[in-house]
Every structure is written in structure tokens, then in C-alpha cells.
């Protein structure tokens, strides 16, 4: 029996290392740097389309347009209450209404592809008035429009309002914000956008970044798993596919190729500065060469003092106040700092604290390397 037991257990190992060897010759193992298709590339035609409108909130507290400084808000209102055959009294005047309760506001929405005429979508709420609050109200119907000025959605519905706020005796208390909000499925589609993505004999992948390595491999992938002419790349962003002409063989297709892994390839180094609020990102590939950085802090500070002037007694004069102002310049004396050669971002990151420098200086320090031809990386400012 233990002999037995033992050449089971053979078999089985051996059985083991079978199936593992036949799945790494069919090349089912995906390398640690590799993604998807449908990860940096798009099916052209495949895309969401923008919605706005204009609208009226009701039922607020309290917290509506103050209709003296927002007459359109009034006017809205008044057209509104005519369609539903409700006259105002005398001539209509728009300016009878004392509102409180209403808010105007601007609706947005994302159409997105495919979507059919019945289906519900997302959609944002924000005044566009002095409304101090959405909380609670309700968004009348209001007809979406896109960019060719015909209405695809109808919008309706409660407001969420993700904040809270209080205010009595002149002191007021709020969280979050208050005039701006969202309303879930909250419209609804009523003209579908047609899309071209069963028109022709191919399909055009579009690329998310410019990048010619990228293209020629995902030109090889398709080409190797769906034969050879099957995709030809336009340019660094374009690749052309040939597509069966029948929906449902096309639609299996582009779902294959979404899933298709290839290597990614190692990102141009960049270097993203945002000049408002002092961020610098730097990628993986980002370098320095040797250089030699002084850096040195200048501050000003201004001091300001009332000085009193108080008239003898009796001489009838006036008391005079005025500001005696004292201005110190302060220049710290800077260092020359040896900055070695970094071929790691950890080294680049190392070499950029031993500055001790700001963020706010880091912005120029950087630029200062790019111009000195020390960083081999492209500076975008956003």
C-alpha cells in the first residue's frame, strides 16, 4: 500500500508540472508590467456628450434668490406659472413676485454612449443666483440640451445637498457647501445620439497619449492573436482595425481586443508643476545630471505703529493720529550646494530635500536645472 500511495503521489506531482509547463508554452502568464488594451486606448465614435440647462428649485426654506437682486429668477418663474395657464394679476408683472422659496440654478449632466431613449442618468445642480442654500428643494422639469441646441434628457427631482449650515444673532455655522448639489438618476434620456461604431469596415483605436511604441505593440497584439494585416497603425495615436461587418461579430471583436495585454513601455519623463498651489509631481523616469545649486531666502517684514500727536493745552489745537511704518529687509546668505548625478527617482527626491527649500522654491530651482540642460524631463505648469 505505501508503495502504491507513492507512485500516486508521483503521478500526480508529475501531472502538476505538465499543466503548469503547457500554460507557460501557450504564454498564459502575463509579465508584471503589463496592462490592457482598453486601458490605454478608446474605440473612436464611443463617447459621452455634454448636458445643460436651465431650471427652477422650489420648496426651500427660507433660502431662495433674493428676488430684488436676481430678476431672472422672477422672470423664470413667471413664464413657468403662464405655461402651466396661470395669469398673474394685472399685466403678468414678474416683478409682483416676492420669492424665497426658489432658487435658479444651472443643470448639468453626461450623456453617455449608447444610452437610449427611457434610461435614468445623474445630474448636478448649482445656483447661479445668491440662493444661500439648496437643502430640500426640488428641481422643476427641465429640458436638457446639448451642444447642437436639441433636447436629449428631461431632468426632475429632489436635491441632495451633502452639507449642513446654521445661522442666528449674526453668527453662522456651515459645513460643506450648500449651493451646489446633485440628483441621482434624475434624468431621463428622451433622444438617443447615433453612433458610428457599426458604420464602415473598421474600427479606429485612439490612443489616450501620444506614443509610437505604444502603437506599434498594439498593432503586434492584435496582428499575432487575430492574424497578420488585421490592424495597421495610422500614426502615434491612431490604429485601424479591419471589423466584420455584422453587430454582433464587431461587438465581440472590440471586446477581445479591449482584453488583449500587452508591455507597457517606460513613460517620458515629466515633470508637473502647479504654479497655485506649490504641487510638484515627478514621474519614474525623471533624472539628474550634476550641477551646483545656490539657494538663499529673502524676507521683508513691515511693521506698522500709531503715533499720536496730542496739542499743548489751551492752544486749540487737534489731536492727529498717524503711522509710523518701519520696513526690515532680510537676506539669509546662501549656500553652494553640489547636486551629484541621480539616476533614480529616489536619488532625484534625495538630492531635492537636501536643498531644504520650499515648494514654493522648488518651482524655480526646477526650472532653473531644466534651463541648465541638468534635468532630462519636461516641465508643464498647469
Not at 433636447?151 to 426632475?156: H, R, S, V
Not at 455584422?246 to 515629466?270: C, F, H, L, N
Not at 503711522?323 to 553640489?338: C, H, L, M, R, Y
Not at 527649500?357 to 531644466?370: C, G, R, S
Request: some cysteine; hydrophobic content about 45%; proline content about 5%.
Amino acid at each position: 500500500m505505501k508503495v502504491l500511495s507513492t507512485l500516486l503521489s508521483l503521478r500526480s506531482a508529475r501531472a502538476t508540472l505538465m499543466v503548469v509547463a503547457a500554460f507557460g508554452a501557450c504564454g498564459l502568464t502575463l509579465p508584471a508590467n503589463a496592462t490592457r488594451i482598453k486601458e490605454v486606448a478608446a474605440i473612436q465614435g464611443v463617447r459621452s456628450n455634454q448636458l445643460t440647462g436651465y431650471g427652477l428649485v422650489v420648496g426651500l426654506d427660507g433660502t431662495g434668490d433674493q428676488t430684488t437682486q436676481m430678476p431672472y429668477t422672477k422672470q423664470a418663474l413667471a413664464n413657468y406659472l403662464e405655461q402651466m395657464g396661470i395669469s398673474l394679476p394685472a399685466t403678468g408683472n414678474a416683478a409682483q413676485l416676492q420669492l424665497k422659496n426658489v432658487a435658479a440654478v444651472i443643470i448639468t449632466g453626461e450623456l453617455p454612449a449608447f444610452a437610449q431613449p427611457g434610461q435614468s442618468i445623474d445630474i448636478n445642480v448649482s445656483s447661479m443666483g445668491n440662493a444661500k442654500s439648496l437643502k430640500g428643494g426640488t428641481l422643476v422639469a427641465t429640458p436638457l440640451r446639448g451642444a447642437d441646441g436639441e433636447i436629449y434628457a428631461l431632468a426632475q427631482g429632489n436635491v441632495v445637498i451633502a452639507g449642513a449650515g446654521a445661522a442666528a444673532g449674526g453668527s453662522k455655522v456651515q459645513v460643506n457647501h450648500l449651493s451646489a448639489g446633485r440628483v441621482p438618476r434624475g434624468a431621463q434620456v428622451e433622444r438617443a445620439v447615433p453612433s458610428p461604431i457599426n458604420e464602415g469596415n473598421s474600427i479606429t483605436l485612439g490612443l489616450n497619449q501620444t506614443d509610437f511604441q505604444t502603437a506599434d505593440k498594439v498593432v503586434r497584439a492584435i496582428n499575432q492573436r487575430m492574424g497578420a494585416g488585421t490592424a495597421m497603425a495610422l500614426d502615434g495615436r491612431t490604429v485601424q482595425v479591419n471589423a466584420p461587418a455584422d453587430p454582433g461579430s464587431r461587438v465581440r471583436m472590440i471586446a477581445e481586443i479591449q482584453e488583449m495585454p500587452i508591455e507597457t513601455s517606460k513613460p517620458a519623463a515629466k515633470v508637473v508643476i502647479n504654479a497655485r498651489t506649490g504641487s510638484i509631481v515627478l514621474n519614474q523616469a525623471v533624472t539628474l545630471g550634476p550641477c551646483a545649486i545656490a539657494h538663499g531666502n529673502l524676507s521683508i517684514t513691515i511693521s506698522t505703529t500709531p503715533v499720536i500727536s496730542q496739542p499743548a493745552p489751551f492752544s486749540q489745537g487737534q489731536t492727529v493720529v498717524a503711522q509710523k511704518s518701519d520696513i526690515q529687509v532680510k537676506q539669509e546668505a546662501g549656500k553652494v550646494i553640489n547636486m551629484p548625478n541621480s539616476p533614480q527617482l529616489t536619488d532625484v527626491v534625495r538630492a531635492l530635500n537636501s536643498l531644504g527649500a520650499t515648494p514654493q522654491d522648488l518651482l524655480a530651482i526646477l526650472q532653473a536645472i531644466k534651463a541648465a540642460g541638468a534635468m532630462d524631463a519636461e516641465l508643464e505648469v498647469i
